[in-house]
């Protein structure tokens, strides 16, 4: 599987998502039932979760951000994804890969998001 998360300058290179694979829709679900513990929406509806690349051999690549980067469930986050993410039918492997470039804004999230915390 190509590697989405090569390095240039420090940062991984994030690529567009799978969006025409059969599994995405169920794989953005199974990021949708992840939320930040410090805000009450899921990690995907806020703009977190960067890429989701996967292979042809069903390998799925994750590239997220956190809100910023003392955030105290940066280590545990991806660990996460993967769990919500692996036992979906099809999913052979999962790698979830935290990234700060570029960072987080809170233009990034959906219309949804931004209407639960009362933003619209």
């Known amino acids: 599987m190509d590697q989405p998360t090569e ?5 991984p290179l994030i690529k567009p998502s799978s969006t025409d694979h059969p ?9 949708r039932s992840v939320y930040d513990p410090e805000i009450p929406v899921n990690i995907y509806d806020l703009g977190l979760v960067y890429t989701i690349d996967i292979s ?13 980067p ?3 469930v940066a280590g545990e986050m991806p660990g ?4 919500a ?3 979906l ?9 935290l990234t700060w470039e570029p960072p987080w804004g809170m233009e ?3 219309d949804e998001a931004r209407l639960e915390l009362g933003f619209m």
């Open 7 to 11: 390095q240039l300058q420090g940062a």
């Open 23 to 31: 599994l995405h829709e169920a794989i953005v679900e199974a990021c």
């Open 56 to 68: 042809p051999e069903n390998d799925v690549a994750v590239i997220m951000t956190l809100t910023a």
């Open 70 to 72: 003392g955030c105290p």
């Open 80 to 83: 996460w994804i993967a769990d």
């Open 85 to 87: 993410v692996e036992p």
């Open 89 to 97: 039918p099809g999913v052979k492997t999962v790698d979830v890969q």
């Open 108 to 110: 990034m999230m959906s």
